[in-house]
């Protein structure tokens, strides 16, 4: 073939490549083609793009609304352990109050179990209530931040409170300012402690009832330990969970 043909044809060829390129340049500036528009295999690669971007978005407002959740929970207990004076059962009271009423974050159910499991396990009510709450709301991650909220205030006040002790103690006005703070600790807690047998006679079960009224009585007139009432209520739990489970199998 004769080289002035060849050159011809290349030429031609060449200047129809530039002529598509260029209507396809066009036509994307306009608006009227997409990267990938009738190209399967590009469209698939956006489609996966737009969904790993989408799953990195929903994982990264999970782990803000986690963190977000963390900074309230050790805020809160930080607040409560700070400001309650009276013991372990106070302070389950005012985490009843903000996490069960306010935040409802937990239910009442459970935290009346929080609470029996608090009591009967060795160690502080507060920081075992603390561990109890934290891990439910957030975890590992919230037992820690829950604890850590818990132990900060009295550590640092101990710790003042250990260079004055000799002042404080002579001190009448403290002694009537703790005298006060006990009267005011007292109602608190008789005051929860109605409302959670409230919640117990609701479920309108006599079983329950027979149960509240026990402890009670074992705890006001015989004065027993509360770890063996507790012990005791809950294996009369597990007896009846036993008995209805073979009762359903019967049936």
């Given at each position: ?13 060449n ?14 500036k ?13 469209q ?6 737009e969904n ?19 900074w309230v929970?050790?805020l809160?207990t ?7 004076f009276g013991?372990?059962f ?10 069960v009423?306010?935040?409802?974050w ?5 935290m ?5 499991l608090?009591?009967s ?14 891990l439910?709301v ?21 710790s ?11 001190n009448?006005y403290?002694a009537l300012t ?6 005011g ?5 008789l ?23 026990g ?28 008995i ?6 019967e049936?």
């Amino acid at each position: 073939m004769p080289y002035g043909q060849n050159t011809e044809r290349l030429l031609c060829r060449n200047i129809k490549t530039v002529g598509c390129w260029v209507e396809k340049m066009v036509r994307k500036k306009a608006g009227q083609e997409k990267p990938g528009w009738n190209d399967a295999k590009g469209q698939r690669e956006t489609d996966g793009q737009e969904n790993k971007n989408r799953g990195r978005e929903e994982k990264n407002t999970e782990r803000r609304r986690k963190r977000q959740r963390l900074w309230v929970l050790f805020l809160e207990t930080l607040y409560i352990s700070a400001f309650t004076f009276g013991g372990g059962f106070v302070i389950v009271t005012f985490m009843k109050r903000k996490f069960v009423d306010g935040l409802h974050w937990i239910d009442e159910k459970e935290m009346l179990d929080f609470t029996a499991l608090a009591q009967s396990s060795p160690g502080a009510i507060a920081v075992n209530a603390a561990i109890l709450v934290g891990l439910k709301v957030c975890g590992p991650p919230g037992v820690a931040v829950a604890v850590l909220g818990t132990v900060l205030p009295p550590m640092a006040i101990l710790s003042v409170i250990s260079f004055f002790y000799e002042t404080f103690s002579a001190n009448p006005y403290v002694a009537l300012t703790m005298q006060g703070m006990q009267a005011g600790v007292a109602a608190v807690i008789l005051d929860v402690a109605c409302e959670l047998g409230t919640g117990v006679a609701r479920e309108r079960s006599i079983y329950s009832v027979l149960i509240l009224a026990g402890a009670f009585a074992a705890d006001f007139f015989l004065g027993i330990n509360v770890i063996c009432i507790i012990l005791t209520a809950a294996a009369a739990g597990a007896l009846r969970m036993v008995i209805f489970r073979r009762r359903r199998a019967e049936r």
